[in-house]
């Protein structure tokens, strides 16, 4: 397996505030002290895969080449469940065998994958994501052995998951709800329903008065539900992991 140069290190998780995500930097410190770490995002909903699944490929869509995403969304840590590492065009990915890599691998072709089989001597059962991730980043860093075993994208966990789903993936500190589909390519002729609501697109805030709700092309390329200086959580009652209803 070819060795892209890592530039980088993208932390990717649900632990929010704590201790671990300064734990998990620490390590990676201690190991690479020449590659610098990027705290991308700590604060994901905690113990789901399958939304931030759907939220990976938009996070990483815009980032540098050489950029390895060390992705821990991981409520099966401990488990049985593998850990993997994948190239994904000039990117590389390490993180979990739960669904979380699978649809981002779907979405870009070439896409290769192989499952982690080298353990470090001494690890915690709760904390693999400072324990073996961490460790298994720096060695692919510098090219050290990680007994890696090819797997197909196919056999992953997730693989099966529909690429969009109407539902909430993320809410932001504004109160804009990130959700699971993308926009359509005539997006002014499509109203996003909301229960008995339909809201129209607008292409950014200020095209709507203060206080009105509308959805639009967020930044990572997906529909996101907003209120201009307002908060569309506390409009809708909606939070992560709550379904929508679609398009009309």
């Not at 073996?132 to 797997?151: K, N, V, Y």
Request: charged share 15%; net charge negative.
């Amino acid at each position: 397996m070819h060795i892209a140069l890592i530039k980088r290190i993208a932390l990717i998780t649900d632990f929010g505030a704590g201790p671990y995500i300064g734990q998990v930097q620490a390590r990676l410190h201690a190991l690479l002290p020449a590659v610098p770490s990027i705290d991308l995002v700590h604060d994901l909903p905690p113990f789901r895969p399958d939304l931030a699944a759907l939220l990976l490929p938009a996070l990483v869509r815009d980032l540098p080449a050489n950029t390895l995403n060390l992705c821990v969304v991981d409520p099966g840590v401990g488990g049985t469940r593998a850990g993997l590492v994948a190239r994904v065009g000039e990117q590389w990915c390490i993180g979990p065998d739960n669904g979380l890599l699978a649809p981002l691998l779907r979405t870009v072709e070439n896409s290769e994958v192989w499952r982690i089989g080298w353990q470090p001597e001494r690890t915690s059962a709760s904390f693999h994501g400072r324990d073996w991730f961490a460790p298994s980043a720096a060695r692919l860093c510098q090219g050290e052995p990680l007994h890696l075993a090819p797997l197909s994208v196919d056999a992953l966990v997730g693989a099966d998951w529909p690429p969009e789903r109407a539902v909430i993936l993320y809410v932001d500190r504004y109160g804009n709800l990130m959700t699971g589909l993308r926009p359509p390519a005539n997006p002014a002729s499509y109203r996003l329903k909301l229960g008995g609501q339909q809201l129209s697109w607008a292409r950014t805030f200020c095209e709507r008065p203060q206080g009105e709700p509308f959805w639009y092309e967020n930044a990572l390329g997906l529909v996101e539900i907003a209120v201009n200086q307002g908060r569309a959580d506390t409009l809708f009652g909606l939070q992560p992991g709550d379904c929508i209803t679609g398009w009309a």
